[in-house]
């Protein structure tokens, strides 16, 4: 079964740090775009970063330069590290793979949802 395992969130202070993980399980051969979205109470869905396989990165306005996402491509990993963490950051973070190949069927491409964490940020 291919599914994404999303690690990392937590409660922090403002101004503090997290790093989140997210692991693509399964018989997959390859990936296009990872990414990190996020979801407050009340609002909409907004994408966070994503990162192609080659690298290439893209980032929401309201986290250029505290945020950082990378990615592992031989273990199906990417990573968001934040830092400078404010209060409007809270939310749940839920990560995105497209594009996913998987050997049962390689012909078909697959995009993936992980479960999402919690990211608190609270004095």
């Known amino acids: 079964q291919v599914q994404l395992v999303e690690s990392g969130g937590g409660l922090v202070q403002p101004g503090g740090s997290l790093r989140l993980s997210c692991a693509a399980s399964?018989?997959?051969?390859?990936?296009?775009?990872m990414g990190w979205y996020r979801q407050a109470p009340g609002k909409e869905r907004e994408l966070v970063a994503a990162?192609?396989?080659?690298?290439?990165?893209n980032y929401a306005d309201s986290v250029k330069g505290r945020f950082t996402i990378s990615r592992d491509n031989a273990k199906n990993t990417v990573y968001l590290q934040m830092n400078s963490l404010k209060l409007e950051d809270t939310a749940v973070y839920l990560c995105?793979?497209?594009?996913?190949?998987?050997?049962?069927?390689?012909?078909?491409?697959?995009?993936?949802w992980g479960r999402g964490t919690q990211v608190t940020v609270s004095s």
């Open positions: 995105n793979a497209d594009g996913v190949g998987v050997w049962e069927a390689p012909d078909v491409r697959y995009e993936l």
């Open positions: 990162i192609t396989s080659g690298g290439s990165t």
């Open positions: 399964g018989s997959i051969f390859g990936i296009n775009a």
